[in-house]
């Protein structure tokens, strides 16, 4: 599994991030663009592998690592003007556009958006460990729009809309 995933991957104009990418992450990696991305999915594959040789853990994997980071995801937070500034300075540092970040690891009670649609956090609990949740899935179009789609909406055949 450690050497087929990414921690960080772009898809289209969406980065999807378990944790959140901060530009403080992109810095550490003295990489710009492709590299740097490259080369925090290389570190985090190297430590997931059990391969690390560093004395501690890999500065992209540790609490402020995109696996970790709560900045963009902190359950019942909205945020503020900094963070979603700090947001589009991340996707400014990326080497292609990106609209939107899309992060887990944060239980939310649904589905949501933030910093008008540009980070959507997506973790429902749905393991039992966690809150046994019904499933949630957020839809991307090619164009652009994002629905999120849950049992009542496929029940009734309709998306319930939550463009940003």
Known sequence: LSRERFAVLIVGDTLFVHGGLTVEHLVETRQTGTEALEKINAEVRSYLAGEWEGDSWPLHVGGKGVLWNRDFSYPGRSLGRRECHHLRRVFSKLPW????MVVGHSVQSEVNAECSG???RVDVGMSRGVRDA?????EIMADGRVEVLDEKTRASGRKRRRDA
């Open 118 to 120: 540009a980070v959507w």
């Open 134 to 138: 019904a499933p949630q899935v957020l």
């Open 97 to 100: 556009t990106v609209r939107r």
